[in-house]
Structure formats: structure tokens, C-alpha cells
């Protein structure tokens, strides 16, 4: 069944194309860059942003089995995430109760590693995959007043849904998913990341603001330009058009297929064909969705110019044959080594490094870039939110 967003999106592009116009706002606007410099600003979306809200931070694939657990340390809390004896996805801060010492190690390539139970190396203080203290090595002698039922690991909230998994970084935090994603789970049902499974995962520490790379990702002003090497030929220039839904955007731009659907009925029409989603999912994930996979990316800043950026590939299914395999090896690499780290990200650590310089007071944003004035406006919205609080 068409998703009916979809089809709203598809038909505000047509309409464009007959008339030989654009989406846009009425006038241009802009953004200081002070919101991209300024040290306190960092400080305040830290705590206002990544501290107070639902985290998209892996694919629920990458950690199928019970056993499988994976360290998570890019929200400025050591954490991570495990499947339990029984099959549910809990998360935790990644401490010991004793002296604090690491229990779960990072994997670069976001690949599960398997255990029995969480042992720290530090001095044999063992978990049970559910996060209860279970042994203390010479407790009667040491610990003779141990409550070990008060000692277990430290939870945090943490929902899988629409195939991904959720986590609030702060133990005294609550999840409310529904409010959180205003009804745009469904747009994530619709495409089936649900039913997608995890392929391969690179993290890139990059030296500029996280907001300056999603804002590359909220208009397709620059696709035939920036990207003229790469992926420009298969879109058209500038025809998009987007949605504010709660604090989330739905952003589709046209390929170069969008001509085969002139004049045709609604069921001709193909959402991953026609057009390429790009979904910005509050505060800090774009989800793009490319004719036959899916890209999962991550911001996480640490710090003022300084943001890690984790691209997550999920496709249909795990690879039959070895021809398939490498099918799916040259799509990551098109758009993760071509796209991605050459254009996308380089350009942003450029504009980063001229931020300082004295020559802009503030970054102007064209009538057709109008959804990156959306997200900085869901980010002072937010913020002021917490503020009040």
C-alpha cells in the first residue's frame, strides 16, 4: 500500500515540474555562525539535546542473538548494549559497580561481540546479561556487608523500534517514543527497517560542528554541483520538496526518473525509484534511503568543531553469494568513501575551518534551502524547552 506522505510529496514535485517552479520559502534567511562556534552553544545542546532525549544509536540487527553486546561511547557516557538470556535489548552504562572499571570494549566495525556474562577485568566482579551482580570474588572476607541486589548495573531507557534502537544516555531519564517520533515510525515501517539487516558500519572523527553535516543533508541545492562526480547524474536540479513532522523532517528529492510518472496513475509510482528520501530524526540521525538500501547516520559532537559521524548500511537481506556481497561492497563504498567522506564531509570540515575567519557573521540559507532553517528552529525550540525546565 502507498504511503499517503509519500504520494503528497511525489505530487507537490510534479506540480512543480509543470509549472516550472521550485519549493521555496518567500524570502532567504540565515544562520549565525556563532551557532556553529560558540562554546556555550555546544555546551547547552549537549545537556539540552543528547542528554534529554531518545537516541537512535544502532541498528537492531547488529546485535540479533542473546549474548551479543555493543559499547556505545559517543554521547559522553560509556555505554552499551546487550541482548539478554531471553531476547530483550537492554542498555547500561558501560561502569562497574566496584571501581568503575569498563566491562564491554568498542568494536570499530559496530559488530556485536558475544558473552556468557559481563566480566570486569579488573577484579572479576561478574553480571549476568540482565545487569544482576552475580559474583564477587572473596565477598565474605572483603565485602561482608555487600547487598549485591543493590549492586547490579546501572539501566538506562531504552526502546527497538522501526528496527532501530533508542537509548536516553542518563539512568534518571524516561523514553516516550510515540511523542518523540509524532507518528514518523510509520514512514520507517513503511520502508521496512524492520526487516533489514545490518551490513556494515564506519565511524569518522571530523573536524567540524555536527549541525554543518546535517545541514548538507536537508537540500538538494547542492547535489548537482557538489556531487557532479559521483551521484549527480542520477538527479534532477533542485526539485524536492519536505515536511515538518513534530521535531522530524521528511525530505524527498527528485531522480531522474520522476519523468516516467508524468501523467501516470498513483500505483505506477515507486517511492525509492522516483525520488530519494532523506529523514532527519531528532536531534541528531538522517536516515537516507536510496533505491535498494538503506543509509543510518549518526552525528555525535565532541566537541565545538569536532563531531564523529557513523554511517550504518542495512539492506534487505544478508548476502547469498559472493557476487551479491560484492554488490553491496561497492554501494557502500560509492556512498561512504565517494559521497560521504570526499564531498560531504570534507566540504564541512572546509567551511568549519572558515567559520572563524571573520569573512560571514552568518551563513545564508537560499528560498530552496528553507528545511535547514526548519532543523535550527527544532533545535531552538528544544533547547528554550529545556531551558524552562
Given at each position: 500500500m502507498k504511503h499517503p506522505p509519500h504520494i503528497a510529496l511525489l505530487q507537490r514535485i510534479l506540480g512543480y515540474i509543470e509549472t516550472k517552479t521550485f519549493e521555496m520559502e518567500e524570502r532567504e534567511s540565515a544562520v549565525p555562525v556563532a551557532r556553529y562556534t560558540d562554546e556555550a552553544c555546544h555546551r547547552g545542546e549537549v545537556e539540552s539535546l543528547f542528554r534529554r532525549h531518545p537516541i537512535a544509536i544502532a541498528h537492531?540487527?547488529?546485535?540479533?542473538?542473546?549474548?551479543?553486546?555493543?559499547?556505545?561511547?559517543?554521547?559522553?557516557?560509556?555505554?552499551?548494549l546487550v541482548r539478554d538470556e531471553g531476547g530483550t535489548l537492554r542498555a547500561f552504562l558501560?561502569?562497574?559497580r566496584h571501581r568503575g572499571n569498563r566491562l564491554v570494549d568498542t568494536a570499530a566495525d559496530g559488530k556485536a561481540c558475544r558473552m556468557?556474562?559481563?566480566?570486569?577485568?579488573?577484579?572479576?566482579?561478574?553480571?549476568a546479561l540482565d545487569g544482576a551482580l552475580r559474583h564477587v570474588p572473596l565477598q565474605e572476607e572483603a565485602f561482608p556487608n555487600l547487598d549485591r541486589a543493590a549492586r547490579g548495573l546501572v539501566a538506562l531507557p531504552v526502546e527497538v523500534r522501526h528496527g532501530l534502537v533508542w537509548v536516553v544516555p542518563d539512568p534518571r531519564g524516561t523514553i516516550d517514543l510515540d511523542a518523540h517520533l509524532a507518528g514518523i515510525g510509520v514512514d520507517l515501517?513503511?520502508?521496512?527497517?524492520?526487516?533489514?539487516?545490518?551490513?556494515?558500519?564506519?565511524?569518522?572523527?571530523?573536524?567540524?560542528?555536527?549541525?554543518?553535516?546535517?545541514?548538507?543533508?536537508?537540500?538538494?541545492?547542492?547535489?548537482?554541483?557538489?556531487?557532479?562526480?559521483?551521484?549527480?547524474?542520477f538527479f534532477t536540479d533542485g526539485l524536492a520538496a519536505g515536511d515538518r513532522v513534530g521535531r522530524n523532517l521528511r525530505f524527498a528529492v527528485a531522480r531522474r526518473e520522476i519523468a516516467e510518472i508524468i501523467g501516470q496513475p498513483e500505483d505506477t509510482w515507486d517511492d525509492r525509484r522516483h525520488v530519494s528520501f532523506a529523514y532527519f530524526l531528532f536531534p541528531n540521525t538522517i536516515m537516507v534511503f536510496h533505491p535498494d538500501y538503506t543509509s543510518h547516520l549518526g552525528m555525535f559532537p565532541q566537541g565545538t568543531d569536532e563531531t564523529v559521524f557513523v554511517h550504518?548500511?542495512?539492506?534487505p537481506c544478508?548476502?547469498?553469494?559472493?557476487?551479491?556481497?560484492?554488490?553491496?561492497?561497492?554501494?557502500?563504498?560509492?556512498?561512504?568513501?565517494?559521497?560521504?567522506?570526499k564531498e560531504d564531509l570534507r566540504t564541512a570540515e572546509a567551511i568549519q575551518a572558515g567559520l572563524r575567519s571573520g569573512a560571514n557573521e552568518a551563513l545564508t540559507l537560499g528560498r530552496?534551502?528553507?528545511?535547514?532553517?526548519?532543523?535550527?528552529?527544532?533545535?531552538?525550540?528544544?533547547?528554550?524547552?529545556?531551558?524552562r525546565e
Open positions: 537492531a540487527g547488529q546485535i540479533p542473538e542473546p549474548g551479543g553486546c555493543l559499547a556505545h561511547d559517543l554521547l559522553g557516557v560509556p555505554l552499551f558501560n561502569v562497574c556468557k556474562s559481563l566480566v570486569c577485568r579488573y577484579h572479576n566482579w561478574t553480571y515501517d513503511v520502508f521496512g527497517m524492520n526487516e533489514q539487516v545490518f551490513y556494515q558500519q564506519r565511524a569518522t572523527r571530523v573536524r567540524t560542528n555536527w549541525k554543518l553535516i546535517i545541514d548538507g543533508f536537508l537540500e538538494g541545492y547542492h547535489i548537482r554541483r557538489l556531487h557532479s562526480a559521483t551521484v549527480a547524474p550504518t548500511m542495512v539492506i544478508a548476502p547469498r553469494t559472493e557476487e551479491e556481497d560484492r554488490h553491496w561492497q561497492r554501494s557502500f563504498e560509492l556512498i561512504e568513501g565517494g559521497v560521504f567522506q530552496v534551502e528553507y528545511p535547514i532553517r526548519w532543523f535550527h528552529a527544532i533545535l531552538d525550540e528544544a533547547m528554550g524547552e529545556a531551558d
